[in-house]
């Protein structure tokens, strides 16, 4: 991992003149995620650096698209009001995006510090932030507390856009929200009720009488997930009756 650090810095100040690296917060298998100074400002980095197990000519494909993908979506959500930062520069063909530094906390780290009016000003934000995402036909894609920053003045701002995808079909939007609750509910589980709510309150705010048709999504999608597991209980308690 260190050895990974050290490169993506390298490969980095090589790419962009002038550019301060104040911290690698992570490198992951998509891409590291760099705190830095760079043009007088603080941003941060987005690199999808270079997989040597795949063919050079898939890996530029897959970098330089991934690239793009998520700036158009971050550039698309700016237009129409939802809260991401901004984008500030883009080199698709080496798989660097480069966005504005957010000043504040991950969410996930200070809900159970808020006072409860906080977190119902704090969720319907984040719920009606949400719900001008999929009117304007994107998808979040991983929409968890840990994707969604606190600034100090109390507003929520939507980050990691690498799962995005533009669409306006009922059942990504579903899968967006129900993959939101499934992450109250195991990670704030005495709060998930009611942070929930909050959230829903939020999103009809700007999704109205379409918000019906989502949570009615949501509800098919976890009976699918729990006949499946019902399945796969059934088929294991089988196949310990037919060893013993």
């Known amino acids: 991992m260190e050895d990974q650090k050290r490169e993506v810095r390298r490969e980095l ?3 962009l003149v002038g550019l301060k690296i104040n911290s690698i917060v992570a490198v992951g298998a998509e891409a590291a995620i760099v705190d830095a100074c760079w043009g007088g400002n603080r ?3 987005k690199y999808r650096y270079r997989k040597l197990y795949r063919t050079k000519i898939l890996d530029n494909y897959l970098r330089s698209s991934r690239t ?4 158009k979506l971050l550039l698309r ?3 129409v009001g939802v809260s991401v930062p901004p984008v500030l520069f883009v080199d698709k063909n080496r798989g660097i995006l480069v966005i504005d530094y957010v000043k504040g906390v991950i969410l996930k780290d ?3 510090t808020l006072e409860s009016s906080k977190l119902e000003r704090v969720f319907m934000s984040l719920g009606a932030n949400v719900g001008r995402l999929h009117e304007a036909g994107m998808i979040h894609g991983d929409l968890t507390t840990s994707n969604v920053v606190l600034t100090p003045e109390e507003r ?4 990691d ?3 995005g995808e533009f669409s306006n079909e ?3 939007q579903g899968v967006d929200v129900h993959l939101f609750l499934r992450i109250l509910e195991s990670t704030h589980t005495s709060l998930s009720k009611i942070l929930y709510q909050y959230f829903i309150k939020g999103y009809e705010s700007i999704r109205g009488g379409k918000t019906k048709l989502v949570l009615d999504k949501v509800s098919e999608i976890r009976m699918r997930g729990r006949y499946v597991a019902s399945r796969r209980r059934n088929i294991r308690l089988d196949l310990e009756r037919i060893k013993y």
């Open 110 to 112: 200070v809900v159970n």
């Open 43 to 45: 941003v941060i980095i």
């Open 13 to 15: 100040e090589e790419m």
């Open 68 to 71: 793009q993908h998520e700036a």
């Open 156 to 159: 929520v701002v939507l980050i």
């Open 170 to 172: 009922l059942e990504l």
């Open 161 to 163: 856009f690498g799962l």
């Open 77 to 79: 959500a700016l237009s």
